[in-house]
């Protein structure tokens, strides 16, 4: 341990392993076991980091390492998720594309165990004007009707919009409810003159684009 903080100290933290930061972040073992055998059975046990990322201090405590490891670990979780998603916005997004929405919506939507459903307003040149929560709901979905994308899309004064949820089942395949709900708001945006760009789902497995698929497109 103390040769793995004074490599920390000269070298960074960029270059070590995941078990070797969370090494660093338990700081000692636990009933006769050292630390770094701690961090691998957590790690292994959890799923490998995304799975430790998902997880709450009441789930890592129950994985033997007690309430305050485990409130340190969690705590160390959200800092780094923050501070990713606030340089995230602090770039200009331009989502004109289905990879750049995936890569807007992967790192915050991604790893949910809930489902969420996100309006993005566009101006003419597809930058991001807003982006809002419109739905949430539990592990299989959420109800969204055609003028809980409508209003906030004119509210906001969008040129055009794109939908994006997640999937915590980790499979992004569209289910018959997400075709029937987009073609319903892309007939509705066609009309009051927000064109519906895309609605992209996320899951830990990838992303799916439903306005690329025949059904929604011939709407």
């Given at each position: 341990m103390p040769d793995l903080r004074e490599h920390a100290l000269a070298f960074g933290v960029q270059n070590l392993a995941d078990v070797d930061l969370l090494t660093l972040l338990l700081g000692t073992g636990s009933a006769g076991e050292?630390?770094?055998?701690?961090a691998a059975a957590l790690l292994d046990g959890s799923g490998g980091l995304p799975g430790i990322a998902r997880l709450g201090p009441h789930a890592l405590a129950r994985r033997g390492i007690g309430p305050a490891k485990a409130t340190r670990v969690a705590a160390a979780v959200e800092f780094g998720r923050r501070a990713l998603l606030r340089a995230l916005a602090e770039e200009r997004e331009v989502l004109d594309c289905f990879e750049r929405v995936v890569n807007w919506a992967q790192p915050r939507?991604?790893?949910l165990e809930h489902e969420e459903?996100?309006?993005l307003s566009l101006d003419g040149k597809y930058g991001l004007k807003s982006a809002r929560r419109i739905a949430q709901g539990g592990l299989h979905g959420c109800a969204l009707l055609t003028r809980d994308v409508l209003s906030p899309a004119l509210r906001d004064g969008a040129?055009?919009?794109v939908l994006v949820h997640n999937h915590p089942s980790g499979d992004p395949t569209p289910s018959v409810e997400d075709i029937a709900m987009t073609k319903a708001v892309h007939t509705a945006a066609e009309l009051v003159g927000v064109?519906?760009?895309d609605?992209?789902?996320v899951a830990r497995t990838g992303a799916r684009s439903l306005c690329a698929t025949d059904s929604v497109s011939a709407a």
């Open positions: 050292s630390v770094a055998l701690s939507l991604g790893a459903v996100w309006l040129s055009a919009m064109p519906l760009i609605h992209v789902v």
